[in-house]
């Protein structure tokens, strides 16, 4: 313990290895009668402790209280230790001058001392104030001096920390490999200390490396891991909150990156901790807002960011900082010759302090005057940004393609813009490809939408469908086209599974009592966050991304129906219409315009399946013929007589689409993508033996799943999973591999997270990342359950769900519900659909028949509306 220390100079190491024995054993000093010198070790420690870890304003008081005592005993070694620990303290609390001037004086006591590891003590003391203050080559110029003589004299922790320290440097300065080297150098070192604090900045550094290479579910990991320990000692983590924010941004999770970042932040200022991290938090917000579609949030935080970097003298951050808010007032529409100017002039700045982000800020200055429709002054710009394309992470070299897409439209070369998309994407595939949560996947599209888009304009321009369909495909439902990766760890997930799933029914049964449930909710919180941060650290299994679209090969496949692809350019709204040996593009209405109609038309079938009221049918159908008009457009008299497949963008994917009329008595079916769509109708049924059905019903139906009993006479030998047999395990041990499951039971549709969307089974929920977990997912299921159809959009053109689990997975067709349903009015349309399934029809065929065979009054006729039939089969 540190109160048995013999020496209380002991106590210094202890404040990075074990800071709680430290803080008390410097307490447990001053308590009793220690001399000045040891008395100034004490406050030292506990300056130390407040710097690091707590509050700013207490830290200096003790370093200047420790210093007072040192000059007291006569030590000029200890006056000059504490003096460059009180020059960091006073530099983090935005002191700068008079900061750098206590560490120029520790070096020169130190020097006249003729001590050379006092003096590289000091060096790598000041070097840290400067990688603070963003004068990285002047910090990396103290190192050069420092480490030697810190490796002479065999000090490994002073050796280990000046090399992470170097290795931090350089990554701000983009030299990953070197940096790579420096953290494992360090990392072996501390290896034989027992610093387990500096252990675990290895692990954030390895974190952070991992990042700089585009290995984001490596990031992820050793933050997860670094959290945790940094938790079991007790100490704050701000600093790697800052990485990991910067992480989940390149992840596509922005809203999560600004609530960290502004969570940090709250935290920081409640202990009073060091603006010069609250500066950088801010920054770290600024740029998360930007991303999560926030701007006026960013220009707020930017510009908290700059007044704190200006007044701390820390040029580096706040150009940075400026950068940030360039970009935020572009985003925000501000666009003028002055937005040009100044990003022009960050741009400069940022290349003389050689910092990777001039990149961004050139492209930010070439788009802005491309904005202004000054092609000239964007070219110098986009030139420089577009020697980007060639070095850096996935994202970094994307925006370098972004760049030179930019520049060739401007040139008015389209192939060139073409061969940019097409390049810039294939780099964002690389990414894509190395992320083994479907999640992750589909959120990291995003980085990719305007590469896509350009391409869609330009591909739009040159009046060739077919080319219009070719890029329409390249960058949509793109996380289908990647089989699933299961996670490495599945025990460990499976518990956290079974844990939430038994939370979540107790937190509901005592709910339902009217008993208050928020230590059960928060633990269930907290089992969401573990299971969802489980999963996103999963790597890839594979780099193959599936095959590329062709257009033949989709119009060969449809015979005699016609696929539309409804595409979303600018908010406008075009249907290629696929078909008859050709492809045809008709122009339909706005997004926006679609996307409010879809909305008033889910309302009403909702209402309806709740009270029955037959008055609000005639309003369902007039919104139907007013969809029908903006999504389809003149299209709809080209549809023919056969089936029709559509294709609309995520953000339009929760059309019930039997209510236009000219799909109502139509065989229709719904895809995420074409390409999707092509992959299912090649799916062949599992050859297992006997008929492979399965049949299973959860608890709390209104109608008791009423179908169940009825299918399972029908089929005979089906597998019946039912009255507290249908647990979550069972029923997926059962349909794994099936050719058709039929699953009645209540679910529940999470936009806020997903992959939490769940059916209700007799033990709890079974949630997507459950479903993600099987063999093969059944070759047909029908989920008569509410919003079991529906679909979250994300990134550029993806969608999240329990229909996006299912269909990499080998389901190759759904029926779902698009809204909730009345229970008691699925129960005819169940016993058509299975009938005529029976008979061999498609998933489509037989939901169109069960439609026309329902009874007629309004509920049964909405309730039909309200499923959907999705994939192929």
Not at 367 to 376: G, V, W
Not at 424 to 450: K, N, P
Not at 467 to 494: C, H, I, K, N, Y
Not at 780 to 801: M, T
Request: aromatic share 4%.
């Amino acid at each position: 313990m540190a109160g048995d220390t013999q020496d209380p100079l002991d106590l210094l190491p202890l404040v990075f290895s074990q800071p709680k024995e430290a803080l008390a054993g410097a307490r447990a000093l001053l308590a009793g009668r220690p001399t000045p010198h040891d008395a100034s070790v004490a406050h030292h420690v506990l300056g130390l402790i407040e710097r690091d870890f707590g509050d700013l304003t207490a830290a200096v008081a003790h370093l200047r209280r420790a210093r007072s005592l040192a000059r007291a005993a006569g030590s000029a070694a200890r006056e000059a230790d504490v003096l460059a620990t009180l020059g960091i303290a006073l530099i983090h609390g935005g002191r700068t001058r008079p900061g750098l001037a206590a560490l120029d004086r520790s070096l020169s006591q130190a020097l006249s001392q003729s001590d050379g590891v006092a003096a590289a003590k000091v060096l790598f003391r000041r070097a840290g104030a400067l990688w603070i203050l963003g004068r990285h080559t002047e910090a990396l110029d103290d190192l050069r001096r420092a480490i030697p003589d810190l490796r002479r004299a065999e000090d490994t922790i002073w050796t280990a920390r000046a090399i992470t320290l170097r290795a931090t440097l350089l990554l701000a300065l983009g030299s990953v490999e070197r940096a790579n080297l420096d953290f494992l150098a360090a990392e072996r070192l501390w290896a034989t200390t027992g610093q387990e604090h500096d252990k675990v900045v290895a692990v954030e550094n390895r974190g952070r490396a991992a990042f700089r290479s585009g290995d984001l579910p490596a990031a992820l990991g050793h933050f997860d891991e670094a959290a945790r320990r940094y938790q079991a000692l007790g100490t704050p983590m701000y600093v790697m909150e800052m990485e990991r924010c910067a992480v989940l941004m390149a992840a596509g999770l922005p809203r999560e990156a600004l609530e960290a970042a502004d969570a940090a932040i709250g935290g920081l200022d409640r202990t009073g901790g060091q603006p010069t991290r609250k500066a950088q938090l801010l920054l770290t917000a600024a740029r998360a807002a930007i991303a999560a579609g926030d701007p006026d949030t960013a220009v707020a935080r930017g510009q908290a960011a700059i007044r704190l970097f200006a007044g701390q003298n820390r040029e580096w951050w706040e150009t940075h900082a400026r950068l940030v808010l360039c970009q935020a007032r572009f985003a925000s529409g501000r666009i003028s010759a002055r937005l040009v100017r100044d990003a022009a002039a960050v741009a400069g700045r940022l290349s003389e302090l050689r910092s990777p982000d001039a990149v961004q800020a050139c492209l930010l200055a070439g788009r802005t005057a491309l904005a202004l429709n000054r092609p000239a002054d964007a070219a110098p710009y986009l030139a420089t940004a577009a020697r980007g394309r060639f070095r850096g992470p996935a994202f970094a070299r994307a925006d370098g393609w972004l760049a030179q897409a930019l520049r060739a439209e401007a040139g008015g070369r389209p192939r060139g813009v073409l061969d940019a998309c097409r390049r810039g994407l294939d780099v964002l595939d690389e990414h894509r490809l190395t992320l083994g949560a479907s999640e992750l996947r589909a959120r990291a599209t995003a980085q990719g939408a305007e590469l896509a888009t350009l391409a869609q304009r330009v591909s739009l321009r040159s009046g060739s469908p077919r080319q219009f369909l070719v890029w329409s495909e390249r960058w949509r439902a793109t996380a289908l086209a990647v089989p699933r990766t299961r996670s490495p760890d599945d025990r460990d997930l499976l518990r956290d599974v079974t844990a939430f799933r038994e939370i979540t029914v107790r937190a509901d049964e005592a709910r339902s009592s009217g008993a208050p449930v928020p230590a059960l909710d928060r633990e269930r919180r907290r089992l969401e966050r573990e299971i969802r941060a489980r999963t996103l650290r999963i790597r890839a299994e594979t780099t193959s991304g599936g095959h590329r679209f062709d257009v033949r090969a989709l119009l060969g496949r449809l015979g005699g129906g016609v696929l539309a692809e409804i595409v979303s350019v600018d908010g406008d709204l075009h249907v290629l219409l696929c078909g008859e040996g050709r492809v045809r593009r008709f122009r339909a209405g706005r997004a926006a315009d679609a996307a409010a109609e879809i909305e008033h038309v889910r309302a009403g079938l909702r209402r309806l399946a709740y009270d029955g009221a037959a008055g609000r049918l005639p309003l369902i159908e007039e919104g139907g013929r007013r969809l029908q008009e903006i999504l389809l457009g003149p299209a709809v008299r080209h549809l023919g007589e056969g089936p029709v497949v559509v294709v609309p963008p995520g953000r339009l994917h929760g059309v019930p689409w039997a209510v236009l009329p000219a799909l109502r008595d139509r065989v229709v079916s719904v895809s995420p993508s074409a390409s999707a769509w092509l992959r299912a109708a090649d799916l062949t049924p599992p050859a297992v033996a006997g008929p492979g059905v399965v049949l299973a019903r959860g608890p709390g139906l209104e109608s008791g799943g009423g179908e169940v009993p009825l299918l399972a006479a029908l089929y005979g030998d089906a597998a019946v999973l039912e009255n507290g047999d249908a647990t979550a395990s069972a029923v997926l041990k059962a349909i794994d591999g099936s050719r058709l499951a039929h699953v009645a039971a209540h679910g529940t549709f999470r936009a806020d997270s997903p992959m939490f969307s769940s059916l209700r089974m007799d033990d709890g929920p079974l949630t997507v990342y459950e479903f993600e977990q099987l063999g093969r997912a059944p070759y047909r299921i029908i989920l008569p359950s509410c919003d079991s159809g529906r679909l979250e959009p994300v990134g550029a053109d993806e969608l999240l769900g329990l229909a996006t689990a299912l269909l990499p997975l080998g389901t190759a067709g759904i029926v779902a519900s698009l809204v909730p349903v009345n229970d008691e009015a699925v129960i005819p349309l169940m016993l058509a659909l299975h009938d005529r399934l029976r008979a061999g029809s498609s998933m489509a065929e037989a939901l169109r028949d069960a439609r026309r065979e329902a009874p007629g009054d309004a509920l049964h006729q909405a309730t039909g509306w309200s499923l959907t039939a999705i994939g192929a089969a």
